[in-house]
């Protein structure tokens, strides 16, 4: 039977198939539309609203042309989230660990040592820290702020690191954002910071070679990484990768040169201080090895609509579980949550470890010294004990407590263990030989309070101090600020 024919038999069959293919019509009609809609969305994505200059320091420009971006990057202003032992919330890492005062007796680090906020506070954290009490180097300012690439393109990088952190504080003012890591022509990712790209040239590499996967971990490595400032007046910047990226290396490297961050007060060991050798760690992990890059885990892919993006609040992966991890794993949330801590537990173990054996070192050093001691008898003593500092702190520096890479930071920690140990041997028998008892009494380092308090730190006088700055320099610093806002035009 003809279709003709049916329809005229049942009539209805015909409103039927005639509401059928209007549907059909109006679906086809939609999906076209919202096709060339993403394309659309997807086509502008990159077309600029407003024109950015090369070295534009100012993050709303950027965010004018690139919303989504943007809102994103503006939501680390939310410091809420703390996990077991990061997060963006504020911590103060002295108070959790008194021992880290010890550590650090003689050095700016005793007096001020909080987990950092994230990119949006970098400004007003380093300006409130009571590190920068102490005269610092324009250096301190390198990994800061987007101002920084365009002060060194005025001055030059060796003008700008030679100069005073105070001289540049109503300069340095936009906290770390889109031009410290794009190009504001075509977005591609860029090196602002010279002293990776000639760290990697001194390794008879070029900056320029790396792919797009590559510089997504690079970009990062421009501050998340060792570095030392490089002569007596030039303090230069310089990452210590001239042998190598391991703990190992660097301390080679260190050692060949000479450089000391400072002398211990209670050992004079001539102490190494790790800054955060993030990339350096995690070049020894899995996640490296398979390719990972910093951005996959910290910084996801987002989409919406037709728009795949980089989501630019930057945090720890643990926050958004479903976007960073649950990308390549399939594990519950739970279970992936309890993975990272469980490794995390056993390098803290190992740190704690590490920790009363060199604080045991320096104490019972000082007991030498008190029981008539030369400084030439315990010189193997300060070595191992540069060496085990140097390797504890080089985990523990590092951001992640170890999950960078859980095996390579178990087994720096363990050397730091072995030499804190050795070091402390060789003490006993300098004690002994002086008629000192080879038992030293420790003293309470329970409490922050009591630890700064052991090592000779006036508080009260260091806060107020510090409160006194920034009654009378900040105010001034902020004028000028506005000022110099108001004019740009680069």
């Not at 792919?211 to 990062?220: H, I």
């Not at 490296?288 to 919406?304: I, W």
């Not at 009654?471 to 000022?483: G, H, I, Q, R, Y």
Request: glycine share 6%; proline share 4%; net charge neutral.
């Amino acid at each position: 039977m003809k279709i003709t024919e049916l329809i005229e038999q049942k009539p209805w069959l015909g409103w039927l198939l005639f509401g059928s293919t209007a549907v059909a019509v109006f679906l086809v009609g939609w999906l076209a539309a919202s096709i060339m809609e993403r394309r659309t969305e997807a086509a502008l994505q990159y077309q600029l609203v407003k024109p950015i200059a090369d070295w534009e320091p100012r993050n709303e420009v950027w965010g004018a042309n690139f919303p989504r971006e943007y809102e994103t990057y503006k939501s680390t202003v939310d410091t809420s989230y703390l996990s077991k032992y990061g997060g963006n919330a504020k911590r103060d890492l002295l108070e959790e660990d008194p021992l880290n005062v010890v550590l650090w007796a003689g050095y700016a680090f005793s007096r001020d040592y909080n987990q950092a906020r994230g990119h949006y506070y970098a400004i007003k954290d380093i300006r409130n820290t009571l590190r920068t009490a102490v005269n610092q180097p324009a250096t301190c300012w390198s990994c800061k702020s987007p101002d920084v690439p365009r002060l060194m393109e005025k001055m030059g990088p060796a003008n700008f690191y030679k100069g005073s952190w105070d001289s540049l504080g109503h300069e340095v003012v936009n906290n770390i954002g889109c031009q410290d890591c794009h190009d504001p022509k075509t977005m591609n990712l860029r090196i602002t910071r010279p002293a990776l790209a000639e760290a990697w040239q001194r390794q008879g590499k070029d900056i320029n070679q790396a792919t797009r996967q590559e510089m997504r971990s690079l970009v990062c490595a421009q501050c998340h990484v060792e570095y030392y400032f490089k002569g007596k007046t030039e303090k230069y910047l310089t990452f210590p990768w001239d042998k190598g990226f391991s703990a190992d290396q660097m301390e080679a490297y260190y050692d060949e040169v000479g450089h000391v961050d400072f002398v211990h007060t209670l050992s004079k060991t001539p102490v190494l201080k790790a800054q955060h050798p993030d990339f350096e760690l995690y070049k020894t992990g899995i996640h490296a090895e398979r390719g990972v890059a910093c951005a996959d885990c910290h910084m996801p892919y987002k989409n919406e609509g037709g728009v795949k993006f980089t989501n630019h609040k930057i945090a720890s992966p643990l926050e958004n579980i479903a976007q960073s991890c649950a990308v390549c794993h399939r594990e519950s949330e739970q279970t992936l949550i309890k993975n990272v801590n469980d490794r995390q537990d056993k390098v803290n173990e190992l740190k704690q470890l590490a920790e009363k054996a060199l604080v045991a070192a320096h104490i019972e050093a000082a007991a030498a010294y008190k029981a008539g001691a030369d400084s030439s008898e315990l010189v193997p003593a300060l070595k191992l004990i540069r060496h085990a500092q140097w390797r504890w702190d080089w985990v523990s520096a590092a951001n992640g407590v170890g999950f960078h890479s859980p095996l390579e930071a178990a087994r720096v920690l363990g050397t730091s263990i072995q030499k804190a140990e050795e070091a402390r041997r060789f003490i006993t028998q300098v004690l002994i030989k002086h008629g000192a008892s080879p038992v030293v009494t420790m003293p309470d380092l329970t409490t922050k309070e009591k630890a700064q308090a052991f090592i000779g730190l006036d508080m009260k006088k260091l806060n107020a101090e510090k409160e006194q700055w920034k009654k009378t320099v900040l105010p001034v610093w902020d004028v000028k600020a506005k000022e110099r806002q108001g004019e740009l035009s680069y």
